[in-house]
């Protein structure tokens, strides 16, 4: 079974542009989280879906990141203008909410973000 | 306070010794408890969940303390693929949001 999928794996881009990283989550799981991984601040969680709706999104840290869930099996997470503090690895995962591996979380493999 | 907090380390370990970790955490409503093992510029991965009477795997045991609000993962006979970053995962009540510790950085030294 395929699991979370993140595009793009790498992305390099300059101050002030806009940058969108896109998640497809596992099939079935109704939960999708956007976290994002420094070594200062290590893993902090920006916003998550429960079957499409956010239901908290107080770690987005302004108002120039935005996040969708428009189906299921797809979810973007923007900044707009992106800038230098910005980067980051940003990580998908999504969840089931119930059967025996509810509450666990896989990750897909990350959106490094390098802004310049 | 953090939420959840770990010593970031690093440990570095001989092979085939024991090694412990803790991890506190601050919402004493919480409920599901999680050790994630994340290898170097890789994505974090369920090493194991953590069960209110304690839970064994192999090498691996996770206990958890609600008195004092603290989770423990203990590895014994460590090999050298064992070397990765731990993280500790807590939730609140009701609530799926898995708040992560930062890390405790494992090297197991031949």
């Known amino acids: 079974d395929a699991g979370v999928i993140q595009s793009p794996r790498h992305e390099v881009t300059e101050m002030g542009q806009e940058v969108t990283l896109r998640c497809k989550p596992i099939?079935?799981?109704?939960?999708l989280f956007w976290y994002r991984q420094t070594m200062m601040r290590g893993l902090e969680l920006l916003i998550y879906?429960?079957?499409?709706?956010?239901?908290?999104d107080s770690g987005m840290p302004e108002d120039r990141f935005s996040a969708k869930m428009p189906n299921a099996s797809f979810s973007t997470l923007k900044i707009q203008p992106s800038e230098p503090r910005d980067s980051a690895v940003y990580f998908c995962?999504?969840?089931?909410?119930?059967?025996?591996?509810?509450?666990?979380?896989?990750f897909g493999e990350g959106s490094r973000l390098t802004v310049l | 306070r953090k939420e959840v907090e770990q010593d970031p380390g690093p440990f570095n370990v001989p092979e085939g010794a024991t090694v412990a970790f803790n991890c506190t955490y601050s919402?004493?409503?919480?409920?599901?408890f999680f050790w994630y093992r994340q290898d170097c510029r890789k994505e974090p991965k369920l090493l194991m969940s953590?069960?209110?009477s304690g839970n064994e795997d192999g090498r691996f045991t996770a206990q958890l303390n609600r008195a004092s609000q603290y989770i423990s993962l203990l590895i014994r006979d460590s090999k050298l693929s064992d070397s990765a970053t731990y993280l500790c995962?807590?939730?609140?009540?009701?609530?799926?949001?898995?708040?992560f510790g930062t890390g405790t950085r494992l090297t197991i030294i031949p």
């Open positions: 995962a999504s969840s089931p909410t119930s059967g025996r591996a509810a509450g666990e979380l896989f």
């Open positions: 099939s079935g799981h109704n939960s």
């Open positions: 879906f429960n079957n499409n709706v956010p239901i908290d």
């Open positions: 919402n004493s409503a919480s409920q599901s």
């Open positions: 953590v069960y209110s």
């Open positions: 995962a807590v939730n609140g009540f009701g609530n799926e949001k898995l708040t």
